[in-house]
């Protein structure tokens, strides 16, 4: 389904009439305000600048006015002005003269303005209508894509809800701002964290060096948590979810598993939050009177938590945009998770393109993806073998340029490091057993480093490095 564009086929009187004959009424529009926004740009310059500002000659209902309004945008580009005169030679030269009505109609525009001053309020009527116009072409597209039935389902509700976001967006241009009233802006926001005590401007983790290297993760930013296998790259990111949605402030968090069920997902939580060891949880081997009450407490925090969990395999970036815009509309949404990338599958993909090229335009979506929601969105990334051939096994950026675009489209980028999963030395028990390192190699604003954690697996809880070596008790 092609969502409606601006332009000629999607304007004007026939397809105002295709309208009126769909719906059997007419289309939105006001004819007196069309005319009063020509008039008030035949009497005055400034009014041209409003107008240019914010309509396209589609917006006018009537083709004779959108006519007469390129017209005059004709003009006042070429450095010439406007006025009766001068656009009446101007549709003269177009050749579009005797299709406005004539000379007559266009004498006849400047008494439909009271003042020129009103000019702005005429025109937000006539983007106004113009917009409802386009809602109804979008409606009509959505309807044929529905019954024609070439593609699935989830693929004409996501281009049904994009088309529809796209005519809620298309006017609201923003232009420049004076940087004096930038300034203004963000002096009140300092002002306002300096008397809140404010310490995080993003999204808090619930691990409180990580959250000091980021001051949180930054709304629109894609994060990267990248690592081989068996590092812990699912827990951590499980665990941020768990602290994020029971924090005080309660944030409501988007959890896609591709690779983990939903039933594997909450005993994780669960062990992590009551303590008890994940094994034991899934085989029900409970022991004490007080591992009940842990587990109990631990299900009744999390019966209200706003945390949603979708384990659909092999999510497409489309699916997973459709189901947030959904989600954020229902419940609000502060962040999007994903796990993992390389699951994913994009749509978007000729068939002759590589997996990279593939992995790099799902890493481009979900960056778009996080700008479009304004929440972070953390996307767990496998690692390739690399790490694994070097001496010194640490992962680096240049471990992520053989999966596509994701270093560069990613704001930060975190690894996972165990010594333990290479040096077989360190044996069970080994206090450096759990020893993890949380490498920031990529941090767009703020600085880079390596925060010490340790890895409880038997829980599947991280924790910050501290002087204690055991996680810290259920409260």
């Known amino acids: 389904m092609a969502a409606t564009e601006r332009g000629g086929k999607n304007r004007g009187k026939q397809k105002n009439d295709t309208e009126t004959l769909i719906l059997g009424r007419m289309p939105p529009q006001n004819i007196e305000a069309e005319m009063a926004v020509l008039g008030a740009m035949l009497l005055d310059k400034d009014a041209i600048e409003v107008a240019e500002n914010m309509l396209h000659p589609e917006d006018f209902y009537r083709e004779q006015d959108a006519i007469i309004y390129q017209a005059v945008l004709n003009l006042s580009r070429a450095g010439k002005s406007a006025d009766i005169l001068t656009v009446t030679e101007e549709l003269r030269r177009m050749g579009r003269l005797d299709d406005v009505g004539g000379i007559m109609y266009v004498n006849e525009l400047p008494e439909h ?35 024609t039935e070439e593609n699935t389902v989830e693929e004409i509700v996501d281009d049904a809800e994009r088309a529809i976001l796209q005519v809620a967006r298309e006017q609201n241009v923003k232009g420049f701002t004076p940087v004096g009233e930038a300034v203004q802006h963000t002096l009140e926001d300092i002002t306002r964290k300096y008397q809140n005590h404010e310490l995080i401007t993003g999204l808090a983790t619930g691990f409180a060096k990580l959250d000091a290297f980021t001051n949180g993760f930054q709304k629109g930013n894609l994060i990267i948590v990248a690592a081989r296998p068996s590092m812990g790259k699912t827990a951590i990111v499980l665990n941020m ?226 002087n204690q070596e055991a996680p810290p008790d259920v409260e």
């Open 241 to 466: 979810a768990k602290n994020m949605s029971l924090s005080s402030a309660r944030k409501t968090v988007a959890f896609f598993s591709l690779e983990m069920g939903r039933d594997e997902l909450v005993q994780r939580l669960l062990s992590s939050t009551a303590l008890i060891e994940g094994q034991r949880l899934k085989t029900g081997r409970i022991n004490t009177e007080q591992e009940w009450k842990n587990l109990s407490s631990a299900v009744s925090v999390f019966m209200e938590a706003p945390l949603y969990i979708d384990d659909t395999p092999a999510v497409t970036v489309a699916q997973i945009r459709a189901r947030c815009r959904r989600l954020k509309a229902e419940h609000g949404l502060d962040a999007v998770m994903i796990d993992y990338l390389q699951l994913m599958t994009s749509r978007n993909v000729r068939n002759n393109d590589s997996r990279q090229q593939e992995i790099s335009e799902i890493s481009r979506s979900l960056k778009s993806l996080a700008r479009e929601l304004e929440v972070p969105v953390i996307a767990l990334s496998q690692l390739s073998r690399g790490p694994d051939a070097r001496p010194n096994h640490r992962p680096l950026l240049s471990d992520l340029r053989e999966s596509g675009s994701i270093e560069q489209d990613a704001d930060l980028v975190c690894f996972l490091y165990r010594e333990a999963y290479y040096n077989k030395e360190i044996e069970e028990g080994d206090p450096r057993q759990n020893e993890t390192e949380l490498i920031l190699a990529k941090n767009r604003n703020g600085p880079v480093g390596i925060i010490k954690m340790f890895f409880a697996g038997q829980y599947t809880l991280f924790y910050e490095a501290t």
């Open 113 to 147: 303005v009271i003042t020129t001053k009103g000019i702005e309020r005429h025109v937000d009527i006539v983007s106004g209508k113009a917009k409802l116009r386009r809602l109804i072409d979008t409606a009509g597209d959505i309807a044929e894509a529905a019954y």
